[in-house]
Each structure stands twice: as C-alpha cells, then as structure tokens.
C-alpha cells in the first residue's frame, strides 16, 4: 500500500485526573519536518515524541499540537523558607536596634515577603506521565496513518489510469513513426519525378536521402524507455511502501524522453500526442508529490 503525506489524526487520554489530547496534520514535504506546539511542562519528551513519530510516518511537514489538563485538588503546595525568614528576622531586628524602632513584626507580615512562602507543583512521575501521553500520541498517530493510507490508495487509482491514458499516446507514436517515413519517402519520390520529368530516379540515392530523414526522426529508444519507465512506476505503485522520492525521478526521466520526441517530431499528429504526453507526465509528477 502507499500513503498520501496528506493526513489527520486526533486522540485524548484520559487517565485519572490528567487528560492528553493530541492533534496531528501534514501536508507534503520533501523529508520528515515536524513541528510541535504543547505546554512547557512537556518539552523534556520532545526526543521521545519524536522517536516515536518515526514508527508512523517517513515524509511530510507534520504539525503536532498536545494540550494536558491536571484536574487534581492537590497538586500543587506551599513551601515554606525557614533560613530566608530568619534571614529577614535578623536584618528587622538589626534595623530596630540601630534607628531606635519597635521590632512591631507579625507571622502574617513575614509571610507576605517575598520568596517566604511559595507554591510549587507536585513532583510528577515522569514514567507515568510518559505512557498516558504515549498511548495519546500512538492512537493520534495511527489514526493519522488511516487517513493517509486512505488518500494514498485513492492516489494510486488515479495515477494508475494517468498511466494507461500515457501508454495510449506513446502506442500512437510508434504506430505513427514508420508511417510520417513511409509518406516523406512518397513525397520525395514525387516530387523527385516531378522535377526530373522523364528521367529514371536515382533509387540509392533516395534510399539515402529518407535513411538520413529516419535517423532524425526515430523515437525508438525513447519509446522503449517511456514503456518502460511507465511500467516500472506501476509495478512501484502496486508494491507500495515509501516510494515517493523513486516514482519523482522516473517522473523527472519520463518528462526527458517526451520532450527529446516533441524535438524530433515533424509531423503534426505526433507533436500533438507529445504535448499531450508531457501534460499527464506532469499531472503525475504533481500527484506523485503527495506521495509518503
């Protein structure tokens, strides 16, 4: 099977009083960019997250977006500075003493200095935290994968037909090309007669003459390898896997051949049918572009 680089997933977990939702989509790319948008409490699992999305996915621009809400009553506490008051207790009573002022300080006026009393998040088991977002990001994922799977059986379809609708016009062109050699030599021996009236024609040097007119138009190995080229991204295509990056390069060498038989073209029908060639070789390339 293969798979489209365009793709969606979406997962929460919930697990006591934490939830984790995460969300993912990608569009094409030419490797595997992914750019990730959670809470700072999260960034020490970036490595993870990111050895993880490797199971899934090869290419494509990937937004990861993780949102975690902790519901507990009791997750966070008071830390109490014992040295910082007894600090601040020392310099009050020094100040007292040396400007001649009741020392009039109470707990609750302590306590309200800076950095006495503070509040701080439990320690969390990072473990723990780890497998909850995990599961979150592993259901996302193979979600993900499903809709890319999806769209790339749906690409393969389509590009499978481009690739008969391909094989039909370099059919006609071989079909045609001994043909536009069979009419010049006509020609030639017309118009050959016409001009020497009533004198024989010189057959060896008309064979030369349409020999040399063969050798400029022949499109023989460039058919052979357009066959080829379009048989080998079928055979690709039906095997699937990540072969993107393959099928953009026999795409590319498709283009070339197609355009050295535009070059060598002198006839009409032909130059349409190559025109028309290199439209559905480039419809594919642009398929092909959404193609893990």
Known sequence: MIKSMTGFGRCEVSE?????????KSVNHR???VNMKMPKK???FESSIRNELKNYIQRG???LFITYEDFSENNVCIKYNKELAGEYMKYLKQMAEEFGLDNDVRVSALSRYPEILTME???VDEEELWKELQRALQGAAEGFVETRIREGENLKADLLAKLDGML???DFIAERSPQIIAEYKQ?????VEELLEDTKVDESRLLMEVTIFADKVCVDEEIVRLRSHIETTKKTLNEGGSIGRKLDFIAQEMNREANTILSKANDLEISNRAIELKTEIEKVREQ???IE
Not at 16 to 24: D, I, L, S, Y
Not at 187 to 191: G, S
């Open 31 to 33: 490797y595997l960019d």
């Open 121 to 123: 998040e439990q320690v």
């Open 168 to 170: 039909a016009h370099v």
């Open 61 to 63: 621009k990937v937004d």
């Open 42 to 44: 999260l960034n020490f």
């Open 16 to 24: 006591g009083n934490r939830k984790f939702t995460v969300e993912m």
């Open 187 to 191: 020609k030639l021996r017309e118009k």
């Open 288 to 290: 092909i572009q959404n």
